[in-house]
């Protein structure tokens, strides 16, 4: 069964950090782009960060560049969202999704994207 499942979502204080991880599983991972959206209350679901199968980050969301950060472990299969200097406005459901895109790519747009999973709720607040 092709899936992703999101995971390590929790309560932080403004100013900190969570590192979300993204399991993969039924599907040769090396040969996906993998991407991180999130929806927060009330909002769309929009576009965070992406990894090409060659693992080179591409931000959706410029804004986030200097604390989000985007990273792939091939031995285990995952992919990971570290996040710093959280602020309340990143309080929201994170997805992962994956794609078999072109090499070194990444999908122009969240349609694009075949698989997706359960998401993880981050929420910042003090």
């Known amino acids: 069964q092709i899936q992703t499942v999101a995971s390590g979502g929790g309560l932080v204080q403004p100013g900190g950090s969570l590192r979300l991880s993204c399991a993969t599983s039924?599907?040769?991972?090396?040969?996906?782009?993998v991407g991180w959206f999130r929806q927060a209350p009330g909002k769309e679901r929009e576009g965070v960060i992406c990894?090409?199968?060659?693992?080179?980050?591409?931000y959706y969301d410029d804004s986030l560049k200097g604390r989000f950060t985007i990273s792939r472990d091939h031995t285990k299969r995952r992919v990971y969202l570290q996040m710093n200097s959280l602020k309340p406005e990143d309080t929201a459901i994170y997805y992962c999704?994956?794609?078999?895109?072109?090499?070194?790519?990444?999908?122009?747009?969240?349609?694009?994207?075949?698989?997706w999973g359960q998401g993880t709720q981050v929420t910042v607040s003090s």
């Open positions: 999704a994956a794609d078999r895109a072109g090499w070194g790519t990444c999908p122009h747009a969240e349609y694009e994207y075949d698989t």
């Open positions: 990894i090409s199968n060659n693992d080179i980050g591409t």
């Open positions: 039924g599907f040769n991972l090396d040969h996906y782009a």
